[in-house]
């Protein structure tokens, strides 16, 4: 098994602000106040699988479709050049896209918006899964048009036990301090925080010996993050950027 100075080294070279320009964290930095920041990482977030290159591309078109102004863009609700443009990416249609946005600007017009909506589900669910559900529900539960496969896979259901990694990453990027995460968010001790989980970090952590479960679940998230907290119980996911490196490095 690695060692924790083997890890930490790798950490410290790797948690620097050169990370950000190749890694969807990105879209955080472009913006000041703390609603842009919240919501253009929750949506990037919700478009980072597949090919890198691709769904950053995407990701900067459909931000773009903000003009600089991604708080007002979704409080007003006028999503009209996303069909215009037809937007979509993999399984996620425009319409799909869509009703996603209307649901974000439905939250904003009736409350403080993702921070208020995570927060609530941290407090009353206690635990991050159960916060995930809380979240998730609500926009199930505020669907008003007919959507398919693809607003589903952009929103997954925690309670099929799916590893949640694009929401475990979202939550990184919020409560983890700078150069690369905000640190906006302070209701979640990062202590807390699950190890956002894909094929690519399970295969590096099997190999390093810190995750045995053979599938890529919600289980092997628990146990990976259970794993990492031997190396530092209060900041265990910081090591999402050692398990990324030792990737890269071979």
Known sequence: MITKTELDELVKKYETEDFIKDDPVQFIHKYKNKADIELAG?????????????????INELLGYSDGDLYNYIKNGDFCLVSKNNFNYRFSKDFEVIEMLKI?????????????LFEYGYQTGNSIVKMFQIVI??????????????????LPDPSKGGAMKRMNMFLRWMIRKPPVDTGI???????E????????VARISRKMGLLARKSNDMKAVQELTNNLKYYDSEDPVKYDFAIFA????G
């Not at 030792?246 to 490095?249: E, L, S, Y």
């Open 42 to 58: 929750f949506i990037a977030s919700l478009f980072s699988y597949g090919n890198r290159q691709i769904f950053i591309k995407k």
């Open 104 to 116: 974000l600007s439905k939250l904003y017009n009736n409350s403080n918006g993702l921070s208020e």
């Open 137 to 154: 529900d609500y926009f199930y539960s505020n669907v008003s048009n007919s959507v398919g496969q693809g607003f589903y896979h952009l």
């Open 185 to 191: 968010w302070s209701f979640i001790p990062k202590s």
């Open 193 to 200: 925080l699950l190890i956002p989980l894909d094929v690519h």
């Open 246 to 249: 030792r990737g890269i490095n």
